[in-house]
């Protein structure tokens, strides 16, 4: 029995009385999880629910994977790991931008481990273990070639055998490649390479490399544990190929007007749109406010380049974008759509159906991944799903 519930921003709010209505399939995203763990025999699949589960709300998204068999689940930010834990006192929840000086308390406080990115952070985690006479586990980063955040080879090597290693326990090594959605990008070997000087230093320790698209990569070991983020939550992990994972989201707008305009009319901002026949325009009431970006906007010199905007399905049909996105208003060229087919009042779908995230994400000049996490706060927000 397929059930669902609201969380909205307001209490009361209701769905006719919203501009946007966004739909997420809870029972999607476990199924995605349970496909990830499938395809890794042997190895432990873990969640990444960082940027509120990539936008989708950790407090709904968290238990949903818990009850399909997540154990371990990756956040950003020493808060969300807080919020992970009133939802999970058993889990295993790693911070993954690192411990913040003078904030290794609070994450023994939680029963949280940082990834430790730096030599300082290790020294800070390392002296505040010894302080406590305690072993605290936390996962050691090492950069193999994203150049951002973790240690050197070097630095994780020279460990070996040290104080330092022996101040706390390590209890996971990982890494990050910087072209995972490529399958024949060169680094993938090197970073491989890198990555296996730095697990002699530790054999004993668990090691993890692969995200959404790492889990795909012929050549990548999956180690004792893969991350997975964006499949989850609907993103293709291969794009090149068909999409193996099942949609989560689907956006749709309320349209606001609807009106017929003469060929060479203007339309939005600074008019750089114009009907070139006599066209229908409908207009809805989402903007980039709502997190949808203003680069999906369509203009008469986008179109004259071939560059990509955004759409809508009005009525099953697929309608461009007219004119530039607004702060909370986008117009629709719903001309080829059957007059008695949409009014205002109905809702058009953003995302969703051929409008995968992905394809958004294009249209936009931009990736999936920026339209999940942009998701505004002002939509109806339904969450479907066994596990709601």
Request: hydrophobic fraction near 40%; glycine fraction near 10%.
């Amino acid at each position: 029995m397929i059930t669902e519930a609201a969380n909205t921003p307001e209490e009361g709010f209701h769905i006719a009385e919203a501009g946007g209505v966004l739909t997420i399939d809870l029972d999607a995203i476990a199924a995605n999880w349970r496909f990830l763990r499938q395809k890794i025999s042997g190895s432990e699949c873990s969640a990444v629910v960082k940027a509120n589960a990539y936008g989708l709300g950790i407090e709904k998204v968290v238990p949903a994977l818990a009850a399909a068999g997540c154990r371990t689940f990756f956040v950003a930010l020493l808060s969300e790991g807080i919020r992970v834990r009133k939802l999970l006192p058993d889990a295993t929840i790693y911070v993954l931008n690192g411990l913040f000086p003078g904030t290794a308390e609070t994450y023994i406080a939680h029963n949280l481990r940082p990834v430790l990115n730096s030599m300082p952070e290790v020294s800070e985690w390392a002296a505040f273990s010894k302080g406590q006479n305690a072993l605290f586990p936390a996962a050691l980063h090492v950069d193999t070639g994203m150049t951002r955040l973790g240690l050197s080879i070097a630095e994780a090597i020279a460990m070996k055998g040290g104080k330092l290693a022996a101040s706390f326990e390590c209890s996971l090594l990982m890494s990050h490649f910087t072209s995972s959605e490529e399958p024949s990008h060169p680094t993938h070997r090197r970073q491989i390479e890198a990555f296996q000087r730095a697990r002699e230093a530790f054999p004993d320790t668990p090691a993890s490399m692969a995200n959404s698209s790492g889990i795909f990569l012929p050549q990548t070991p999956h180690y004792d544990l893969v991350r997975p983020g964006y499949a989850l939550y609907g993103g293709n992990p291969l794009p090149d190929e068909a999409n193996p994972m099942r949609p989560v989201v689907r956006l749709e707008g309320r349209i606001v007007q609807i009106r017929s305009v003469e060929a060479g009319t203007k339309a939005g901002y600074n008019n750089r749109w114009s009907a070139n026949k006599k066209a229908r325009l409908a207009t809805i009431s989402i903007g980039y406010f709502d997190g949808y970006p203003r680069s999906a906007s369509a203009t008469d010199l986008k179109k004259k380049a071939g560059i990509p905007s955004g759409s809508a399905i009005v009525a099953g049909q697929l309608c461009p974008f007219a004119g530039n996105i607004s702060m909370d208003l986008t117009i629709i060229d719903i001309t080829d759509v059957d007059p008695k087919a949409a009014a205002p009042g109905d809702l058009v779908t953003l995302i969703g159906d051929e409008l995968s995230i992905d394809r958004v994400g294009e249209n936009a000049g931009t990736i999936g991944y920026e339209i999940l996490t942009n998701l505004g706060q002002r939509y109806y927000r339904r969450y479907i799903g066994e596990a709601v």
